[in-house]
């Protein structure tokens, strides 16, 4: 079976500052992508970040960064600069190489304080 | 059209009715899936669409819900006999080549009162 733990239910962080959100996983796999999704009142998810469990540098977008730790099944999210615009539901998710479903976690809500 | 979207964007039926959702995809995504994000949870896979033919339902909860892809393009969850319990965001995305890129629409939030 593939889980996916979000253990923070709640964050919170002031503008500017950095956060980091806490995901682990559970798989029998070796070949798999990690992501981590946002998902602002909107309710559409939208892709900040992924990491092919092969590679072993972590992966950055700008502001977002993760540290993966394979061994640990370990894949966290740091968001530097915290901005008002980050406030969101964040889905940690892995993908099965050869398969064609995300497992999602039960998210962490975020919120950005002026 | 530019992003999937998805109608409509909520729906409130009685309990023991039909009910149909649709997704519209990214033009030219051959791959479209549904999953339901019930209050609290994550998103939970439903069904995998690989051009018109369901290539996995293994996440369909029961007989009552089906979905139909006929042309390949836009897509209809169908749900039968509603029950409370079927009150959840049904999202939809779609893909053209695998992983990391899919795009999910903004849902429709259906509530079975």
């Known amino acids: 079976a593939q889980t996916v733990t979000q253990s923070q239910p709640e964050m919170s962080v002031q503008e500017a500052e950095t956060v980091t959100l806490s995901c682990t996983y559970d798989?029998?796999?070796?070949?798999?992508?990690l992501f981590w999704y946002k998902q602002p009142p909107s309710r559409q998810m939208i892709l900040v970040i992924r990491?092919?469990?092969?590679?072993?540098q972590n992966a950055t977008e700008n502001r977002f960064s993760v540290n993966f730790q394979k061994a640990a099944k370990s894949f966290s999210l740091k968001i530097s600069d915290s901005q008002l615009g980050d406030t969101a539901m964040y889905f940690c998710?892995?993908?099965?190489?050869?398969?064609?479903?995300?497992?999602f976690g039960t998210g962490t809500s975020l919120t950005v304080i002026p | 059209g530019a992003g999937v979207s998805q109608t409509p964007s909520n729906k409130v039926t009685e309990k023991g009715k039909y009910v149909e959702l649709r997704c519209d995809p990214i033009?030219?995504?051959?791959?479209l899936y549904w999953y339901r994000q019930s209050l609290g949870q994550g998103p939970e896979f439903l069904i995998y669409?690989?051009?018109?033919?369901?290539?996995?339902d293994s996440g369909l909860p029961n007989d009552r819900f089906f979905a139909v892809r006929p042309e390949g393009s836009v897509s209809t969850l169908k749900i039968q006999r509603t029950e409370r319990g079927d009150s959840a965001v049904y999202l939809c995305?779609?893909?053209?080549?695998?992983?990391?890129?899919?795009?999910f629409g903004s849902g429709t939030r259906l509530t079975v009162v």
């Open positions: 995305a779609s893909s053209s080549t695998g992983v990391g890129g899919y795009t």
């Open positions: 798989t029998s796999e070796n070949n798999y992508y």
């Open positions: 990491q092919e469990a092969y590679k072993q």
């Open positions: 998710a892995f993908m099965i190489v050869t398969g064609n479903q995300f497992y």
């Open positions: 033009s030219g995504h051959t791959a």
């Open positions: 669409f690989q051009g018109t033919g369901a290539a996995d």
